[in-house]
């Protein structure tokens, strides 16, 4: 052989060394490092339920973790959504096609939810959602490697709705933000009133992010139901709520169903306004050591502006904590791998005990049923809530079967 | 004749209150974006950020000084006009010799900021502000419950566009702001000083929208978002008036909030765009709005 072909040789060589040695390495973790995308409303109506303190939970649980996984690097990365589906996709994309992203965390705001799953789902990657809360994330439109974490339309519905049916609230009027996630928290609560003997006697939609809602609430009034459902959340909530109270409405006998609070809106709206109000929840600071220490490290923050964290905050800690987990007993950070991992692992931290998902991507957790507290019943900063029930599981949320999710048989 | 449209009289009524409740905001913002453009030809895109700081001039004043609803009333729009006249003093004046899109472009950057970094420390809930004592409550008109907070901003908001305009358009004082925005060299000549005409007059712009912020923190949330979230409707109000006319931007914004009320009743899904498709038309028909003059 003389020179030139050993040249050859060894190019060739060098050639079939490097198209196999990649493979190699995507056998562990693509890229040598587990890229997290936190995808959140960073600066609109829910930027306090989520934004830069989903970004602080999720940094907080890789901390925990060791910083490491399967001796690579994680990193965590966050972008604004700004409530548009569109906007959110195409950082969606651009996070998975171009910078290597893993995971998509978070997404609040239904509606953006749905076009993330629908790319996470086409080009194979995991999807944590914490924030989003329509039911259809884990009915039509699930995917397999979709998981949905903390709460959703329908365990929010049939939690309030059905409580408040039990205490006579018999006939409704829904207060309904228009777009994918009011119209289907409507949807559920209405099923579940008319479910538990109760009738609906109209809805009017309004614009996602008003201001006013002095016409809205007029119309309730009008209506005469004994219930008016607030199919909306975060600032939408807190000025339904503080202007129903303006307009005389739960003085003049109606009671208002706030089916998506957090403890931030209740804080924004005040506790003399705000009491007596009935809400679903996955996670409250006060409820256990658990959750008050994982409150404690959270407020230590800046980006938790002194208020303990949302469920939302709680759910992307422990939806990390566990992906995590998974990627470290399968070996590897590929998508389908890792959710396999994720199902067969019980899912332990301080929101549950022995949560399980299921093959629409539910995650099954006990939920709570919550009241918030007159001031004179508050003792200490943010003492708002009062547990009123646990919820098991099963009752919390819809029957696989009828979800109409395609990866049920 | 309602019972063709579908809708008893009762609630119709009780929504044009309401839509005229809702036009007196627009009114006196709106008032205060007209009289800078329409006298000092600077488009203020920092007019909805200079109404939040209202709003949040109010809430410091109750949690920090513990002075009420009627002490911020005062206080608090000198206190958002000096802000205004600093930014004024320092950035805009270096700006009435070219083109008009630098005030925008400046006074949009400045906005950004503002909400920006009330953002950062306070959230985007908003805090509380508590509807004073002496105006909470309300009376039972028969179609409608209508909260006396509300009336007064309505009669308040009625007091301050009439004497506004009245200053502006019948006073010595306001003829020779106007005089001093068309010929500025003229009027210098005869003596008087324009240049601190300008600067009190964008002070008085920017108090009209501190006092509307002030006005508006009982009922919506003092929330460093809120002025984004009108600035766009009420520049919209000011183009379909008549960008210099201070008495088109009054009259078309108890009109739009008028309309904006009808449409909540009848598609409230439109209740956002029907302005702008409002806007888009006149525009239209007749581009320089329905009571302004082309310059």
């Known amino acids: 052989m003389n020179a030139k072909t050993l040249k050859l040789l060894a190019v060739a060589a060098l050639g079939f060394g490097l198209t196999f040695a990649p493979q190699a390495a995507r056998a562990q973790i693509s890229g040598n490092v587990v890229k997290l995308g936190v995808l959140t409303d960073q600066s609109g109506l829910y930027a306090d339920n989520t934004g830069p303190g989903s970004v602080r939970a999720a940094k907080m649980a890789v901390d925990d973790f060791g910083g490491r996984v399967l001796g690579k690097p994680i990193e965590v990365l966050s972008a604004d959504h700004q409530n548009q589906a569109d906007v959110g996709a195409g950082i969606a994309r651009r996070w998975i096609d171009e910078e290597g992203v893993d995971t998509i965390v978070d997404v609040p705001t239904s509606s953006v939810a749905l076009a993330v799953q629908g790319i996470t789902r086409e080009k194979n990657r995991v999807f944590l959602m914490s924030g989003p809360a329509t039911s259809d994330l884990t009915g039509k439109a699930c995917s397999p490697l979709g998981i949905h974490w903390t709460y959703d339309t329908y365990a929010l519905a049939h939690g309030t709705g059905g409580a408040l049916v039990k205490q006579g609230g018999d006939t409704w009027f829904f207060l309904t933000a228009d777009y994918a996630f009011g119209l289907a928290l409507e949807r559920d609560t209405a099923e579940a009133v008319k479910a538990a003997g109760g009738k609906v006697l109209g809805a009017v939609r309004h614009p996602l992010n008003t201001s006013d809602f002095s016409s809205f609430l007029l119309q309730a009034q009008a209506s005469k139901a004994k219930v008016i459902g607030l199919a909306n959340a975060g600032g939408d909530s807190i000025n339904s709520i503080k202007q129903a109270a303006e307009f005389g409405i739960v003085a003049g006998g109606q009671k208002l169903a706030g089916l998506l609070v957090q403890l931030s809106d209740v804080h924004a709206v005040g506790l003399k306004t705000a009491q007596g109000l009935t809400v679903t929840s996955a996670y409250y600071w006060d409820m256990n050591d658990g959750t008050r220490a994982f409150a404690k490290r959270f407020m230590a923050f800046p980006e938790s502006k002194g208020i303990p964290p949302s469920f939302v905050h709680a759910g992307v800690y422990t939806e990390v904590m566990h992906y995590l987990k998974a990627i470290q007993a399968a070996g590897t950070d590929e998508a389908t791998a890792v959710v396999k991992k994720m199902r067969e692992i019980p899912i332990n931290d301080f929101m549950v005990k022995n949560g399980s998902i299921r093959i629409d991507g539910r995650v099954m957790r006990d939920m709570y049923l919550l009241q918030v507290k007159s001031p004179d019943e508050s003792k200490y900063p943010f003492d708002y809530f009062k547990i009123l029930a646990t919820i098991p599981r099963d009752e919390a949320f819809r029957p696989m079967k009828d979800g109409g999710c395609p990866l049920v048989k | ?295």
């Not at chain 2, 809120?226 to 109000?237: D, E, P």
């Open chain 2, 1 to 295: 004749m309602f019972d063709l449209i579908g809708i008893p009289p009762q609630a119709l009524f009780g929504q044009l209150l309401l839509g005229l409740i809702n036009g007196a905001f627009y009114a006196m913002l709106s008032l205060g974006l007209a009289v800078i453009f329409g006298l000092l030809n600077v488009i203020n895109f920092t007019h909805g950020a200079q109404y939040m700081l209202g709003a949040f001039g109010a809430w410091a004043l109750l949690s920090y000084a513990g002075l009420g609803y009627w002490w911020a009333l005062i206080v608090t729009p000198f206190a958002v006009g000096a802000v205004g006249m600093v930014l004024e003093r320092l950035f805009l004046r270096r700006l009435y010799n070219i083109d008009h899109l630098y005030g925008l472009l400046l006074t949009f950057g400045i906005a950004t900021i503002l909400e920006g970094v009330f953002r950062q420390r306070f959230g985007s809930s908003g805090l509380p502000y508590p509807i004073p004592d002496s105006l909470s409550g309300g009376h039972n008109l028969g179609f409608m419950f209508l909260p006396n907070y509300r009336a007064w901003v309505v009669v308040a908001s009625l007091g301050v566009c009439l004497g506004t305009w009245f200053l502006i358009e019948r006073t010595r004082l306001g003829s020779y702001l106007r005089a001093a925005t068309e010929n500025p060299k003229l009027v210098q000549a005869f003596g008087i000083n324009v240049p601190r005409m300008i600067l009190l007059t964008y002070g008085f712009g920017v108090g009209l929208a501190g006092l509307a912020g002030v006005m508006a923190a009982p009922i919506y949330q003092v929330s460093p978002l809120m002025g984004s979230n009108l600035i766009v409707v009420v520049f919209a109000v000011v183009v379909i008036g008549g960008m210099g006319s201070i008495l088109g931007s009054i009259l078309t914004g108890f009109g739009l909030g008028i309309v904006e009320g009808f449409t909540k009743v009848f598609y409230p899904e439109a209740s956002n765009t029907v302005i702008f498709v409002i806007m888009a038309i006149v525009l239209l028909i007749k581009p320089a709005g329905l009571f302004g003059q082309t310059r």
